[in-house]
């Protein structure tokens, strides 16, 4: 399966300051890339799909201005969450699609973010 | 509306026993997939099922997707604490990908 990463692996930032994650695949090209995120003890909430060279598409409820994604190249996606609030705090993950079936998914290895 | 409901929502049993968790759906979908995530990382995938009545074995775990690709379940036997963790299932239904809520396994020693 595809390797994918995840950088930062943790981070604290404080209020009203912005944040970026990135998400990397390793040892394929990714057209797209996908953002969870997860609240304690919950399951994954899709955030956006991240397509290579064009605009995201973000789910019902999410913030596009909020939650900034640029995917500029086959193997970088990034995240930004501008003006983060406590309620910002969760579990950040990625996933790009699997080459031989699109509907497998490989999942980098999540970013904690917690903002004071 | 939950499209891929999964049961039970916790499991906590000893080591050694058997344990089947389930997925189900009203819809239909192309396939399958089974995660397993543990604390604090991502989701890892564990097996696709694709046809109809599949089943892929993958050591103690048993997948089975149902004949009419509306429900799978996922059968543990002798489980082990290393077994311990989220099971979620994810079906593919026009392009897009939906994850169940999940199954929190915990296995005691």
């Known amino acids: 399966g595809a390797v994918v990463s995840q950088h930062p692996s943790w981070v604290i930032c404080k209020s009203g300051t912005s944040v970026k994650i990135e998400c990397r695949s390793l040892?394929?090209?990714?057209?797209?890339m996908f953002w969870y995120r997860q609240f304690p003890k919950q399951s994954l909430m899709l955030m956006a799909t991240?397509?290579?060279?064009?605009?995201?598409?973000?789910e019902q409820g999410v913030e596009k201005d909020k939650f900034l994604i640029n995917h500029a190249s086959l193997t970088l996606s990034t995240l930004t969450v501008t003006s983060a609030h406590p309620e910002d705090s969760s579990f950040y993950i990625c996933?790009?699609?699997?080459?031989?079936?699109?509907?497998?998914?490989?999942f980098g290895p999540g970013t904690r973010l917690t903002v004071t | 509306t939950q499209l891929l409901e999964q049961s039970p929502q916790f499991l906590s049993i000893q080591e050694g026993e058997n344990l089947t968790v389930y997925c189900n759906s009203s819809?239909?979908?192309?396939?399958l997939q089974w995660y397993r995530q543990e604390p604090g990382e991502g989701p890892v995938l564990l097996v696709t099922?694709?046809?109809?009545?599949e089943v892929k074995k993958l050591k103690r775990l048993t997948f089975q997707f149902g004949d009419a690709r509306k429900d799978s379940s996922l059968h543990i036997t002798a489980a082990q604490p290393g077994d311990t963790g989220l099971y979620l299932c994810?079906?593919?239904?026009?392009?897009?990908?939906?994850f169940g809520k999940g199954t929190r396994l915990h296995i005691l020693p």
């Open positions: 996933s790009s699609s699997g080459r031989a079936n699109s509907y497998e998914q490989y």
């Open positions: 991240s397509n290579e060279g064009s605009k995201a598409t973000y």
């Open positions: 099922v694709v046809t109809g009545g």
């Open positions: 994810a079906g593919d239904r026009d392009d897009k990908i939906i």
């Open positions: 040892d394929f090209q990714a057209t797209t």
């Open positions: 819809s239909v979908f192309s396939s």
